[in-house]
């Protein structure tokens, strides 16, 4: 996006991309800085327009963890990340081989089709709406006297099918957190489990020692991640009262506290047990009753 252009527009164009499609990943120069993908920069208006829009919308934020434009006169920056919906999997990493000032960044989808990926964003359809349309825009029986008209045809039917989904449909996030565990810190966990597999089938001593080495390791940059991201989040609040008063309203939730069931052999907390304990309750309930309770009484005659 070039920095003349209005951030005003960002956003809509962004959701037009995104809007009517499962799984979707943008890529490019944004020119948007803020310090939860840029830590070495200031936020400047589109920054904190994409930040508010992830956060709204579920959409996942892909950034390389180095600067991704160094310049003489000014910091490093990251300026050129992804944003998606509908894929999990997804790294970027920045190569400084270019002479350019911005960086090439390679990205990485891994699709495995044998898991189904969690969808961050969905399109709930209006069907009556999109029958009155497709009834008024699709012909009946278009003439067709060559395979030309057969296809076109064909093409002609598409298009109107997905212009009425766009017509009749509206765009639905589901929410989640703006960034993932960086790739570092999810290569320490993937060498942890690896090494703590081995110990298990070698029961080495010196094995036990790195992935204690490691387990502290991830916990504390586990722990830096969470503070930064928060930090990001108060920094941002200064200028967002929206996003203040969401914080401040966020900390005075206090957790629900549900109270244990009587059960047949005493008090029962845990869910499984709670969920046990009406699934035999229901079971008993619907029992038929095979003890015949109404007897018939005799009939008797006035005299």
Not at 10 to 16: A, G, Q, T
Request: proline share 7%.
């Amino acid at each position: 996006m070039s920095p003349s252009l209005q951030t005003r527009n960002l956003v809509p164009d962004l959701l037009r991309i995104f809007r009517n499609r499962s799984q979707c990943l943008v890529v490019g120069d944004f020119n948007a800085k803020h310090l939860s993908w840029s830590p070495t920069s200031r936020n400047n208006a589109a920054g904190n327009a994409i930040a508010k829009l992830v956060r709204a919308k579920g959409f996942l934020l892909t950034a390389p963890n180095e600067p991704t434009r160094v310049t003489s006169y000014g910091r490093p920056s990251v300026i050129d990340f992804g944003l998606s919906c509908g894929l999990n999997s997804i790294t970027a990493v920045s190569h400084p081989h270019l002479s350019s000032d911005h960086n090439p960044v390679h990205f990485l989808v891994s699709i495995d089709t044998s898991i189904p990926y969690r969808q961050n964003c969905k399109t709930l359809t209006n069907w009556n709406t999109f029958q009155n349309i497709i009834s008024n825009t699709i012909p009946g029986n278009p003439p067709i006297n060559s395979s030309e008209d057969i296809d076109q045809a064909i093409e002609n039917f598409n298009s109107k099918i997905h212009t009425a989904i766009n017509q009749s449909s509206k765009f639905k996030p589901i929410l989640h957190q703006m960034l993932k565990v960086p790739p570092a810190i999810r290569l320490k966990i993937k060498e942890k489990n690896r090494l703590r597999k081995l110990y298990q089938r070698t029961l080495y001593p010196p094995l036990k020692k790195t992935i204690n080495q490691l387990q502290r390791s991830i916990r504390t940059d586990l722990k830096t991640r969470k503070e930064h991201v928060w930090d990001s989040l108060q920094n941002e609040a200064n200028i967002d009262q929206d996003l203040l008063h969401k914080l401040i309203a966020d900390t005075k939730k206090k957790n629900i506290v549900y109270p244990p069931l009587l059960g047949y052999q005493g008090l029962v907390y845990g869910t499984q047990s709670k969920a046990d304990l009406f699934a035999d309750t229901l079971e008993n309930s619907f029992m038929e009753n095979t003890t015949n309770s109404l007897r018939r009484r005799p009939h008797r005659r006035s005299g």
